[in-house]
């Protein structure tokens, strides 16, 4: 079972740029994608980024540009680099990871393991 704990969520100014942080632990993270999400107030979970083992990024059209997404496998750990943040990426940020032995990625419904997320909140 893989544990997912992310960090450097905060308040910040629109415009601002924040760094989330994910530790992975609990099984071999090099092999596995990983991926953010993030969940608004009375909105559903949303996909928000993702990088292969081999480093292949994607991102949803809302953040393209002005997020990206890292990972370092010496560290086990996956970052997101939030830049020229906006009010609307207010949210709870979850750090994800496929399942046990699913080393392909075929897009955001391979996620299956969840952190405890950290709070992002950007001021107008």
């Known amino acids: 079972q893989v544990q997912l704990v992310e960090s450097g969520g905060g308040l910040v100014q629109a415009g601002g740029s924040l760094r989330l942080s994910c530790a992975a632990s609990g099984r071999s993270f090099s092999s596995y994608a990983m991926g953010w999400f993030r969940q608004s107030p009375g909105k559903e979970r949303e996909f928000v980024a993702a990088i292969k083992s081999v480093g292949t990024t994607y991102y949803a059209d809302s953040v393209k540009g002005r997020f990206t997404i890292s990972r370092d496998n010496a560290k086990n750990t996956v970052y997101l680099q939030m830049n020229t943040l906006k009010p609307e990426d207010t949210a709870v940020y979850y750090c994800?990871?496929?399942?046990?032995?699913?080393?392909?990625?075929?897009?955001?419904?391979?996620?299956?393991?969840w952190g405890q997320g950290t709070q992002v909140t950007v001021s107008s």
């Open positions: 994800a990871a496929p399942p046990l032995g699913r080393y392909y990625y075929a897009g955001p419904r391979d996620f299956a393991s």
